[in-house]
């Protein structure tokens, strides 16, 4: 039977200060990674200096007429910017507010699986409609046989429905902090992933960050860990069950009763 309660924050408790300052220390993590690069730990072949020229910006985007007027709406590379992270961070705080609220969901309708199509539909419809109005070339929406419908395949199966069901099961069962917290091992992964199979250079900022997260990362677990021990700790002495008393429980007419002659 699974037991689940909302998250609560008691500064004066070491599990509650481990997570906060976890958190802060994971987001100082992340900031390292993104805006600190430092000198070079491990250098990339020869050839990816090539084939970052040819992955540049220009050449993947041609101009176009959609282009040239979404440049026109957004202004300046300098506003798009500004644009860009303030977009990133609203959907971030709406993202984690679902997840707060998918856990609510998950305590009085635990269906991991239904859960997890009704929010894939939705936001189906709403990219949909974003799609439609954004892109008004009819040739766009043409799927041929290449690597771009196995990359459309590949995001739908496992980036979209699979990590969806994924995340559900991880409301359901631990609460939004689990799934909130592998975002920014996110980030690890992708540099060890870079660094390993695409040959990326390993700077120090990336270095530093990565094990900033960790340990932001570990203090969130430990304070974690920590809070459901004494909740375990709790239960077993007051012998309730999920806030409820025992006393409340029923018990048989006969069990209780001394057969005294």
């Known amino acids: 039977m699974c037991c689940f309660r909302m998250e609560t924050i008691n500064l004066k408790a070491k599990s509650s200060q481990a997570k906060s300052v976890g958190t802060i220390i994971s987001i100082i993590g992340a900031f390292t990674v993104t805006f600190y690069k430092g000198p070079a730990i491990i250098f990339a072949p020869s050839h990816s200096t090539s084939l970052n020229g040819l992955l540049q910006f220009p050449v993947i985007f041609p101009a176009s007429s959609n282009s040239a007027s979404l440049n026109g709406l957004l202004g300046s590379p300098q506003q798009s910017w500004v644009i860009g992270g303030c977009l990133l961070a609203t959907g971030s705080f709406l993202v984690?507010?679902?997840?707060?609220?998918?856990?609510?969901?998950?305590?009085?309708?635990?269906?991991?699986?239904?859960?997890?199509?009704?929010?894939?539909?939705?936001?189906?419809?709403?990219?949909?409609?974003?799609?439609?109005?954004?892109?008004?070339?009819?040739?766009?929406?043409?799927?041929?046989?290449?690597?771009?419908?196995?990359?459309?395949?590949?995001?739908?199966?496992?980036?979209?429905?699979?990590r969806n069901i994924v995340y559900s099961w991880a409301l359901h069962k631990k609460g939004p902090v689990f799934v909130t917290m592998v975002k920014p091992l996110g980030m690890v992964i992708a540099i060890v992933m870079g660094v390993t199979f695409l040959r990326d250079t390993l700077f120090l900022g990336s270095l530093i960050g990565t094990a900033v997260i960790a340990l932001g990362f570990y203090s969130v677990m430990w304070g974690k860990a920590e809070e459901e021990k004494i909740v375990e700790e709790k239960i077993v002495e007051d012998g309730a069950i999920c806030g409820f008393d025992s006393s409340t429980e029923r018990v048989p007419l006969l069990q209780n009763k001394n057969m005294e002659v």
């Open 96 to 162: 984690a507010v679902l997840y707060i609220f998918q856990t609510w969901i998950m305590k009085d309708y635990p269906a991991e699986m239904m859960v997890a199509l009704i929010s894939c539909i939705s936001a189906t419809i709403q990219s949909g409609i974003v799609a439609l109005i954004v892109e008004r070339d009819p040739n766009a929406w043409e799927l041929r046989p290449d690597i771009e419908l196995l990359t459309i395949a590949y995001s739908a199966i496992f980036v979209i429905a699979f």
